[in-house]
């Protein structure tokens, strides 16, 4: 595995062989000549295991592409020696590490380098080894074929379990019942997008991020890109069942308003029998003289309708809650230190 250098100061065009300090000689190539430039922006919680042969592969990766490029790593409050690996490669020109102060979320780290990103076209990728360098090759082409956005999208999900399948098409079903814009199904974060894209989302205020959602937000020429994700290099995903609902209704509290709405037409639905079963009793009392139904079918009948009125008042609470962060105003993220120089740094 190749191991990070010091730069050195070779003519522009050569290359120099500089030995590291604790790794074998590598040579320290040189950005070619300003032109079309891309950053890649890597949001890493604990994923130091992986990190290195990702920033190796992606490194090659880049080079190939002879564009002038950056790689922006996001620390999200790692408890590991996720940050010491980025420090390391932050020795050479072109990576870029940003720490943040403690671990604020995937949505805020994405933030915080699309932030920080310079290049004309920005990627976006996992750390954890499962979205693959190989496609950036493909979504530039299909950049420069004149895609504002190239988003993955997954071939199968015969590697999740049943419920989570379920639970991902009932998502997405819901999200998209606006008919506003369409939210592409079994769409990640891994994607290209153009600098107006970036620039885009960047000017949206709001702090309650479901990046997701965003990207289909604000609109622009979408392309789909087919793959498979590799399964995970090392480590364990820290997405478990808890924090997936969780974005789930950010996602649906962010971009739909139909929960609201069902609670009023349920509302509507239950108070016009209620009334004319009420009407009913009353009548049926006056002119026939039957007893009133008894204390049971009165409990019952409360218990229900109180229920309805607690899940009522939580659908309700939880866009309070939304506007509540909003009013707030406190930032996405904290910095906690920035290091290395990524495309904002002069030219060897």
Not at 155 to 178: C, I, P, W
């Amino acid at each position: 595995m190749n191991s990070p250098l010091k730069a050195s100061s070779a003519p522009v065009g050569l290359e120099s062989v500089v030995p590291a300090n604790d790794g074998p000689v590598r040579a320290q190539r040189l950005h070619p000549p300003a032109g079309r430039s891309i950053s890649c922006v890597i949001p890493c919680f604990n994923e130091g295991a992986n990190l290195n042969a990702l920033l190796s592969n992606l490194e090659e990766t880049l080079w190939a592409t002879h564009f002038q490029w950056e790689i922006i790593v996001v620390d999200d409050g790692s408890t590991d020696n996720t940050v010491a690996v980025a420090e390391a490669w932050c020795q050479l020109s072109g990576f870029l590490c940003i720490s943040l102060s403690r671990n604020f979320g995937k949505e805020a780290a994405l933030t915080a380098g699309l932030q920080a990103a310079r290049g004309d076209a920005i990627v976006l990728l996992d750390g954890d080894l499962q979205h693959s360098p190989s496609l950036i090759a493909d979504m530039l082409e299909r950049w420069q074929e004149g895609a504002e956005v190239v988003y993955t999208v997954r071939q199968q999900r015969t590697d999740e379990h049943a419920l989570k399948r379920m639970g991902a098409r009932l998502f997405y079903k819901l999200v998209n019942a606006s008919q506003r814009f369409e939210l592409p199904e079994d769409a990640g974060d891994f994607r290209l997008m153009d600098r107006r894209v970036v620039d885009a989302l960047l000017s949206l205020p709001e702090r309650t991020r479901f990046m997701k959602g965003l990207y289909a937000w604000v609109g622009f020429r979408a392309v789909a890109l087919p793959y498979t994700p590799s399964p995970r290099a090392q480590g364990k995903s820290s997405f478990n069942t808890a924090r997936l609902v969780s974005l789930a209704i950010d996602g649906l509290t962010s971009f739909t308003t139909w929960p609201l709405r069902m609670v009023s037409i349920v509302g509507l639905l239950l108070a016009l029998p209620a009334l004319v079963y009420g009407i009913f009793l009353v009548a049926e009392h006056m002119l026939v003289g039957n007893p009133v139904s008894g204390w049971t079918t009165i409990v019952v009948s409360l218990m229900f309708f109180i229920g309805i009125q607690m899940i009522s008042t939580g659908i309700v609470g939880e866009y309070v809650a939304r506007i509540f962060v909003e009013v707030k105003g406190r930032p996405l993220y904290v910095v906690k230190k920035v290091l290395g120089h990524g495309l904002d740094a002069p030219l060897p």
